[in-house]
């Protein structure tokens, strides 16, 4: 296939990524360069990197659209995505964003259309306090590419799962299993020189290393259950720090939520540590492996990349039992998952919130307080990834879904 050229069409690719759709495509991207053409298009306007021009062209919103609804201003970079993909022999897209793109690619240039799910609307009813009417757009977008396209990439078995309920017409024969991936050497625990500095670049960002730690990493969003961690935190042992890497919130509501049951928190106990902006990889791997356990309390995860990162880093993981995490992490070996009921409405709010705090609470308290069975946990879920999450056998999978597309057109 090395003379197959194939566009990849994203909302985010570096220096913008914001979530783990991002970090997805950059790492594919780099992966799949190694063995056939790739061209990136992506939003936040050109790249200006040398190594980029020739191969990532990034789009900002049609000037006759500045003030419009955002999916709108979305759809507007998708139809200039569209015309430019002329050339390809497939064409990939990565969230709703890109999807319609996709889709008026595949019908414009005669050519097949992958999508990778890394999220689905009709499971994140909250964006409509985002998007407002934007929110019924990007639901069409989605629904109509996922039901047009010739393959579709689920991140999870969970995430498959979720599909096939939500888009009932979609062939379930084009729905392949390609999990997320994660870079092994850039995400791993500091030695030596760079152990120095990162034991100075928690100490500056007000973590005290000698305390045992949970750490948070995501975006305030309604479904990475930050406030349940909160109201778990309150009843975790006084010597445990909270470590929150959260930032990005998707409204000013959620952003008020949040910010006021920290302040809160951090009036009944002391170690909560909220830090807001963007942290580089190597600062970030400095937070992980200053901490004792990562915590994902998700309502909704198709898989989340950030619980390959932290194993990576020899993290322990304790995450809600839902959609792709049971995936990812071994229960009882490389963490503890936690049980969640939860209400069949989109929102996957638990049917029992109290229970779900308790749960929680009682999973990191197991993992705190048992510092070797902790460091036991970490070194499996390193091994972990390394057998299963390499971005090499990610490629590998993703170029033969392209063939089985392709065989098949």
Same mark, same amino acid.
């Given at each position: ?27 594919? @991207? ?12 992506? %939003? ?49 897209? $990565? ?20 999508? @990778? ?61 390609? $999990? ?62 909270? =470590? ?46 200053? @901490? ?32 792709? =995490? ?29 229970? %779900? ?31 299963? %999450? ?20």
């Amino acid at each position: 296939m090395s003379t197959v050229r194939v566009d990849l069409l994203t909302r985010e690719f570096p220096p913008y990524v914001y979530g783990g759709a991002g970090v997805h495509v950059a790492e594919l @991207s780099g992966v799949l360069r190694q063995r056939i053409d790739v061209r990136v298009r992506c %939003f936040d306007g050109p790249r200006t990197g040398a190594d980029e021009a020739d191969w990532v062209t990034g789009y900002a919103p049609p000037a006759e659209l500045d003030g419009a609804n955002a999916a709108l201003a979305t759809f507007g970079v998708d139809l200039a995505m569209a015309n430019d993909v002329a050339g390809a022999d497939l064409v990939h897209s $990565h969230t709703w964003y890109a999807n319609l793109a996709g889709h008026l690619a595949g019908l414009l240039h005669g050519i097949p259309h992958v999508l @990778s799910a890394h999220s689905l609307e009709p499971l994140r009813p909250w964006k409509a306090e985002q998007l407002g009417g934007g929110y019924a757009l990007s639901s069409w977008a989605e629904k109509t590419a996922y039901e047009g396209a010739a393959g579709v990439i689920a991140v999870s078995a969970g995430m498959r799962e979720d599909i096939l309920r939500s888009y009932p017409a979609v062939d379930p024969a084009k729905v392949h299993v390609v $999990h997320n991936g994660i870079d092994l050497a850039g995400w791993r625990r500091p030695e030596g020189h760079a152990a120095e500095r990162a034991d100075r670049v928690v100490r500056d960002l007000g973590i005290d290393p000698t305390r045992p730690a949970v750490v948070f990493v995501g975006r305030i969003t309604r479904q990475k259950g930050l406030p349940y961690l909160l109201k778990a935190a309150e009843r975790l042992h006084p010597d445990i720090q909270l =470590i929150l890497c959260a930032g990005a919130p998707d409204t000013p509501e959620i952003a008020a939520e949040v910010s006021g049951a920290v302040a809160e928190l951090s009036t009944r106990r002391t170690g909560v540590v909220w830090i807001e902006q963007m942290l580089s990889r190597a600062d970030l791997v400095a937070v992980l492996a200053a @901490s004792t356990v990562f915590v994902c309390p998700s309502v909704y995860e198709p898989l989340g990349i950030v619980n390959l990162e932290a194993m990576a880093v020899g993290l322990p993981v304790v995450g809600s039992a839902t959609g792709g =995490i049971p995936e990812v992490i071994d229960d009882g070996v490389t963490g503890l998952l936690v049980p969640i009921d939860q209400v069949q409405d989109g929102t996957g709010t638990p049917t029992d919130p109290e229970q %779900f705090v308790a749960d929680l609470v009682e999973a990191l308290e197991a993992v705190v307080g048992d510092p070797a069975r902790a460091r036991a946990m970490g070194l499996a879920a390193r091994t972990r990834v390394e057998d299963h %999450f390499a971005w090499d056998a990610i490629g590998d999978r993703t170029i033969e879904v392209y063939r089985s597309v392709l065989d098949a057109g």
